[in-house]
């Protein structure tokens, strides 16, 4: 007797679909970065762009179908945790910052004063904002990509992605949300199209958490995608450290201006804007001079910090020798906004902090790391990547070699793959947890699903990278190491 095969499709099967799918596809996109990287042509550089272009698109379109499939198939599970609001918007903006560059567009983040700890599932929210944020540079052409949140009414949350783009008409509001659905033809001129999973998955999302999903027309003409709902979040201590300052910001970029002026007011201060750093009054204490303005020198006598991408760190002493103060790197963190403004400007208590890990030539010289991957190509970027940072990296095979390694050496760091054969990183984690090895562990997950990031934690890991590993990802995780900030596992990991 013959029988028909089961159509329904297990989570299991499902994060093995996504293994097998993500895989190749890494070893294409980490290769084609580091292509990128080497002496090539101009004809050379637009082919390997296109090829990454490429490969990350088809990546987005298999992350949402099995993300889709998946939250088909069974309930939504939330895990809410407390977290640091601005932290949640800095993460996303300085993880899709490199995509944003490399289109020309700004993406920042501004938060009201005073805001602190919310209670809810931060992943899955970073899972949604990351949705409207990556729609919003794709649709792009010039501009840039604000991410913000404000409290519509007590105990209620909206955080908001405005763009620059072509905004959405009224008439496709709705349909955009549906399975499949997409917006207006316009769009699809504009970059890839895509499966139209993206918006619904949010919606699904923002439903299991008693919330809504919208968008509206932002304020410079573009698209305001937005999310609700009533989240429990407690104030923090108002940030007055430039009460009674006023600074002046020059950029040609209307997302700069707006975030550096919402980051400034919410610490207090006062904020004089222009296109032309020669326009900005005299009222102005510190200037913040955009480097997109390709300014020779500050203006006048006034202190000035100069506004740079990470790329252009290797410009930072010509800035200094030019008569710039210092810099602040973009997407601008509220807090060295404050620090490097107050010491530009003499404030004898308040000092710089430590330089901004986004420009550090290397950030873990001498690091120790044991890098566990069965995969020949992940394995060659990974090894890649952690020699430019510094480090000397030991290579495991499996599961059973990586015990032996720990065995016999001392390591500063642990990247463990999720899925190899014979032992798992996740039992491989538990194994070396229950021999009472500290050393912090990172997985390398091709796994899409926030649930498989909660696997990581539970199973004693203390952060998690999503393959294709970038660069950017895995110098914060390097920075957090050598800053000594693995002192007990978090609540949250962080995206790669």
Partial sequence: MSTKPDPRVTAEQLASLSHEFRTPLNGVLGMARLLE??????????????????????????????????????????????????????????????????????????????????????????????????????????????????????????????????????????????????????????????????????????SAMGGEVGVDTAPGGGAAFWIEAAIPHAPATLDKALEGRIVGVATANPITAEAARRQIEACGGTVLIATDPTDLVATAEVLLVDHDLAPTSPPDARPALILINPEARNRIAEYRARGFAGYLIKPLRRASVAERVLAAAGHETRKPGPEDERVASAVAPGARVLLVEDNAINALLARTLLTREGCTVDHATGGEEALAALAVGGYDLILMDMRMPGLSGLETTRRLRDLGVATPVVALTANAFEDDRHACLEAGMDDFLVKPLASDALRAVLSRLSRGGWTQTPARAKLG
């Fill in 37 to 206: 990287g080497t002496g090539l042509t101009d004809e050379q550089r637009t082919y390997v762009a296109a090829l990454r272009e490429s490969g990350e698109h088809l990546l987005g379109l298999v992350n949402d179908v099995l993300d889709f499939a998946k939250l088909g198939a069974g309930k939504v599970e939330l895990v809410p945790a407390r977290f640091e609001i601005e932290g949640l918007l800095r993460g996303v903006c300085e993880l899709l910052a490199p995509r944003a560059q490399e289109k020309g567009l700004e993406i920042a983040w501004a938060a009201p004063a005073g805001m602190g700890q919310a209670l809810a599932d931060e992943g899955r929210l970073r899972q949604i904002l990351l949705n409207f944020a990556g729609n919003a540079i794709k649709f792009t052409a010039k501009g840039g990509v604000l991410v913000s949140v404000g409290e519509p009414a007590p105990g209620r949350l909206r955080f908001t992605v405005e763009d620059t783009g072509p905004g959405v008409s009224a008439a496709h509001r709705e349909k955009i949300f549906e399975a499949f659905g997409q917006a207006d033809p316009a769009y699809d001129s504009v970059q890839l199209g895509g499966a139209g999973l993206g918006l619904t998955i949010a919606r699904t999302l923002a």
